[in-house]
């Protein structure tokens, strides 16, 4: 994909709202003169209390028409009802965005797909708030449905119960998993709405690189600290230009011979292991299902609550033991054991079954 600034990846920048004409315009302005090209601008503010800045509406959308003319850059905007869809078109903006709040509306995205039947733009769809990936592909579907071409996904983050160092959790492979299903949708990560601050806007972004993110959509402000709606996230364009210049846009491959041979070596060497695993788990399920066997004929309950917490307290020491992550091994055990039970479980109704068909 093409950049548009020096060497880094496709960005789309510009304020979470459009709040007022010297805003935007010297917003954009100093953007441009940065090296971005597509502006990004809320118009209709989706905001979770009542009385707090909800956007300019169609005041907002004259700037944005304006400043499309005398700076020659494309502008996005968010679009949460038809009638935000007519009235965006009414003032030639160029990409049109679901947010968060409305990908999880199967009524309101299919009526937002048929209004747009007949107009050929792009159209970015964001995930929805809850880590729902089904809810995100089906937005998309009526989209592309509605016989919209050029269709982004933008990855913001989502909510969950657990408290974290991020306003929505990453969860890194909900993305890859809906890429893997559209591999033709350009994958944009939004770090701003992930993040909720501007200390970890640069990582997060380097990190959509690393995993062959198609862009990024970042949210900037000539005044961050005096913005009226995500005021803690948004960089000034200076910063945002000094983000882009460090980070390493990764290659999606590399025809180089040596690179290829390596790594299908170390491909080998990972597939040797994947193997090895495999068989381990195999030759554990049979000691499993000796247990299962022996509780069964001594008539002892299959789950074993100290034997569970021994397992969860030891396999993560072990995993330090050998500079592994001991959440993530732990995560793996409790699938193995899931499965233990499941197994020992079946071996316990085998038992079951035989009892009443000998009646
Ligand atoms: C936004 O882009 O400003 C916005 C409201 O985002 P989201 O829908 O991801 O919350
Ligand atoms: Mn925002």
Same mark, same amino acid.
């Given at each position: 994909?093409?950049?548009?600034? /020096?060497?880094?990846?496709?960005?789309?920048?510009?304020?979470?709202?459009?709040?007022?004409?010297?805003?935007?315009?010297?917003?954009?302005?100093?953007?441009?003169?940065?090296?971005?090209?597509?502006?990004?601008?809320?118009?209709?503010?989706?905001?979770?209390?009542?009385?707090?800045?909800?956007?300019?509406?169609?005041?907002?959308?004259?700037?944005?028409?304006?400043?499309?003319?005398?700076?020659?850059?494309?502008?996005?905007?968010?679009?949460?009802?038809?009638?935000?869809?007519?009235?965006?078109?009414?003032?030639?903006?160029?990409?049109?965005?679901?947010?968060?709040?409305?990908?999880?509306?199967?009524?309101?995205?299919?009526?937002?797909? /048929?209004?747009?039947?007949?107009?050929?733009?792009?159209?970015?769809?964001?995930?929805?708030?809850?880590?729902?990936?089904? !809810?995100?592909?089906?937005?998309?579907? +009526?989209?592309?449905?509605?016989?919209?071409?050029?269709?982004?996904?933008?990855?913001?983050? @989502?909510?969950?119960?657990?408290?974290?160092?991020?306003?929505?959790?990453?969860?890194?492979?909900?993305?890859?998993?809906?890429?893997?299903?559209?591999?033709?949708?350009?994958? @944009?990560?939004?770090?701003?709405?992930?993040?909720?601050?501007?200390?970890?806007?640069?990582?997060?972004?380097?990190?959509?690189?690393?995993?062959?993110? #198609?862009?990024?959509?970042?949210?900037?402000?000539? #005044?961050?600290?005096?913005?009226?709606?995500?005021?803690?996230?948004?960089?000034?364009?200076?910063? !945002?230009?000094?983000?882009?210049?460090?980070?390493?846009? +990764?290659?999606?491959?590399?025809?180089?011979?040596?690179?290829?041979?390596?790594? #299908?070596?170390? +491909?080998?060497?990972?597939?040797?292991? #994947?193997?090895?695993?495999?068989?381990?788990?195999?030759?554990?399920?049979?000691?499993?299902?000796?247990?299962?066997?022996?509780?069964?004929?001594?008539?002892?309950?299959?789950?074993?609550?100290?034997?569970?917490?021994?397992?969860?307290?030891?396999?993560?020491?072990?995993?330090?033991?050998?500079?592994?992550?001991?959440?993530?091994?732990?995560?793996?055990?409790?699938?193995?054991?899931?499965?233990?039970?499941?197994?020992?479980?079946?071996?316990?109704?085998?038992?079951?079954?035989?009892?009443?068909?000998?009646?």
């Amino acid at each position: 994909m093409k950049s548009n600034f /020096n060497n880094s990846p496709y960005t789309i920048a510009g304020p979470c709202s459009a709040e007022s004409w010297e805003q935007v315009h010297a917003t954009v302005k100093a953007l441009v003169s940065k090296g971005i090209t597509v502006i990004r601008a809320g118009v209709w503010k989706p905001r979770t209390r009542p009385n707090q800045f909800e956007g300019r509406g169609e005041e907002a959308l004259k700037w944005l028409k304006q400043i499309k003319s005398e700076f020659d850059v494309k502008i996005a905007t968010e679009v949460a009802t038809t009638e935000h869809v007519e009235m965006a078109l009414k003032y030639d903006i160029d990409i049109l965005w679901l947010g968060a709040r409305t990908t999880v509306n199967p009524f309101i995205v299919q009526e937002i797909a /048929n209004s747009l039947k007949g107009i050929d733009l792009p159209f970015l769809i964001k995930n929805p708030i809850n880590p729902d990936l089904s !809810l995100w592909l089906g937005a998309i579907e +009526r989209i592309a449905g509605a016989g919209i071409k050029k269709i982004g996904a933008v990855h913001r983050g @989502f909510s969950s119960f657990q408290k974290t160092k991020y306003r929505n959790a990453p969860m890194w492979q909900i993305p890859l998993e809906l890429k893997r299903h559209f591999p033709e949708v350009l994958l @944009f990560c939004d770090p701003s709405h992930i993040a909720g601050n501007r200390e970890m806007l640069g990582e997060l972004s380097q990190k959509a690189l690393n995993l062959n993110y #198609d862009g990024l959509m970042i949210e900037s402000h000539i #005044d961050p600290s005096s913005a009226l709606s995500d005021a803690e996230q948004q960089i000034t364009p200076d910063k !945002l230009a000094a983000l882009l210049d460090k980070l390493k846009v +990764r290659e999606a491959t590399s025809d180089d011979v040596i690179f290829k041979n390596h790594l #299908d070596e170390l +491909r080998d060497k990972v597939d040797h292991l #994947d193997r090895e695993i495999i068989e381990a788990l195999a030759a554990r399920m049979k000691a499993v299902e000796e247990i299962g066997n022996y509780k069964k004929d001594n008539n002892v309950s299959i789950f074993q609550l100290n034997r569970w917490q021994e397992i969860t307290e030891t396999r993560p020491e072990w995993a330090k033991i050998f500079d592994l992550d001991p959440t993530y091994v732990l995560d793996i055990y409790k699938l193995i054991h899931q499965e233990s039970i499941k197994k020992q479980t079946l071996i316990f109704n085998k038992d079951r079954v035989d009892a009443t068909s000998e009646k």
